[in-house]
């Protein structure tokens, strides 16, 4: 098996669910529809290719949360040609999530990595004004999904690294992960999520409910020694 392993992270990120016109939420992390539709926009899918669309659903799906970030509320005022109104668009600010997709075809699996390599339509992390970062493909390797998930090296920001190592001082850390609930066992509890994808058809967009299951994994925390850190200053004798 097959598992391509997916970085978002930068500024900002909304993953909406559930919005309406005049507030555009965003979930705490990134939702299944939504790299749904970025790798479809990837294959250079269009909206109404319902059926090559929904294919996409059998990919299994996890995410696990690096970084949290914190929630950003944008005022927004929108004009038409006669009339005025407020929109409240929400965005999580400095938050850092591994997204990994999987499925027994390998051969299809090689074919997403092509296209999200070399997309039709340019990937972005929930809106068009967050485009993905450099670091966005991390790569593809050959295991499941659930062990990656458990074992990737953290991927927080280096300051926020830094600061959990200043102030927790501990060899390992405790990361939440989301994952579609047939790939654990069934007596673990699970949730619903709506964000198994029916249409994106503008004029009938859609999406139905996914079981999900929570778990937490501990990965190793690298430590650096303060000795070998870079010192911007030393090289003009500054102490």
């Given amino acids: 098996m097959k598992t391509i392993i997916l970085k978002f992270s930068g500024p900002l990120q909304s993953w909406g669910i559930g919005s309406y016109f005049e507030s555009r939420d965003t979930a705490r992390y990134p939702t299944k529809s939504a790299i749904i539709g970025l790798i479809a926009g990837a294959l250079g899918y269009r909206r109404d290719e319902t059926e090559k669309i929904q294919r996409l659903n059998e990919l299994s799906f996890g995410v696990r949360i690096e970084q949290r970030g914190t929630l950003l509320k944008d005022y927004h005022i929108a004009k038409s040609s006669n009339q005025t109104y407020v929109t409240n ?14 499925h027994t075809d390998s051969n299809w699996i090689d074919i997403l ?3 999200l390599l ?3 339509f340019p990937p972005y992390m929930g809106r068009r004004s967050a485009p993905v ?3 966005f493909f991390q790569g593809v390797v050959e295991e499941s999904l659930l062990s990656i998930i458990k074992s990737y090296p953290w991927q927080a920001s280096v300051w926020y ?3 959990f190592n200043r102030e927790k001082d501990l060899d390992r850390i405790k990361l939440d992960a989301y994952v579609d609930a047939n790939l654990l066992d069934n007596s673990e509890p699970r949730m619903f999520q709506r964000d198994r994808v029916e249409s994106f058809n503008v004029m ?6 996914r079981p999900v299951k929570p778990m937490q994994v501990e990965i190793q925390v690298v430590k650096k020694d303060k000795d070998t850190e870079h010192d911007a200053f030393q090289g003009i004798g500054v102490v």
Wanted: proline letters at 3%; aromatic letters at 12%; hydrophobic letters at 35%.
């Fill in 161 to 163: 690294q830094k600061k």
């Fill in 89 to 102: 668009r929400y965005y999580l600010q400095d938050a850092v999530f591994l997204a990994m997709i999987s």
């Fill in 118 to 120: 070399h997309p039709i």
């Fill in 204 to 209: 009938n967009r859609n999406h139905g409910f």
């Fill in 133 to 135: 970062d450099s670091e």
């Fill in 113 to 115: 990595e092509n296209a």
